[in-house]
């Protein structure tokens, strides 16, 4: 279980945290959720996402997206302090059950109890393996694809990073001066 508290005090009080926790069974619980009050009006959101198994042959996956405010996100950069938060400018709830192993399954005994998929192997297995071939390259370009889009990911966590870091340190110079007047370590 993890989680991480961040408070923000400049004129407005901006409470945000983020919320982890493993579960039996591969589940996974990720909440984000901040409550902003400005001294006239208070601002919310809520992003959870929760996936995981019912059985072997069902997965599913929740996803809840809340703002009070529709340029909440936008207004205070929230984006930038939350891996959960993928965009600012629109939100999706869903829930997303799958059964298709268990379907799968039942078609494929279908296919072998009957003999199909012994003939549709020899009949592919004379004319020299087309569908096969076709499958392992499409296999390899998916490959291909996740890797360069981990790649983009990473990179964009450390820009992420990068921008949550100048964001807070231009937060720190503002308190410093308000604090102390002048500039940084004057």
């Not at 069902?58 to 996803?63: A, F, H, L, S």
């Not at 703002?67 to 302090?81: A, H, M, R």
């Amino acid at each position: 279980m993890t989680f991480n508290p961040r408070i923000y005090l400049e004129d407005k009080f901006l409470f945000q945290s983020e919320y982890r926790q493993a579960y039996k069974d591969d589940n996974m619980l990720i909440s984000d959720f901040s409550l902003n009050h400005n001294g006239d009006n208070r601002s919310t959101h809520l992003f959870a996402n929760l996936d995981g198994k019912l059985n072997e042959t069902t997965d599913y996956e929740i996803q809840f997206q809340n703002v009070s405010n529709d340029n909440y996100l936008k207004l205070y950069n929230l984006g930038l302090t939350s891996p959960i938060i993928g965009s600012e400018s629109s939100l999706k709830s869903y829930l997303d059950i799958n059964k298709h192993v268990e379907n799968e399954m039942r078609k494929t005994l279908k296919e072998i109890q009957s003999g199909q998929f012994h003939k549709e192997w020899q009949k592919e297995a004379e004319d020299g393996f087309p569908t096969l071939s076709k499958l392992r390259k499409e296999e390899i370009k998916s490959r291909q694809r996740k890797l360069k889009l981990e790649s983009k990911a990473r990179k964009m966590a450390a820009w992420r990073a990068s921008k949550r870091k100048a964001y807070f340190r231009q937060r720190l110079t503002s308190i410093w001066r308000r604090v102390f007047g002048g500039t940084e370590g004057s």
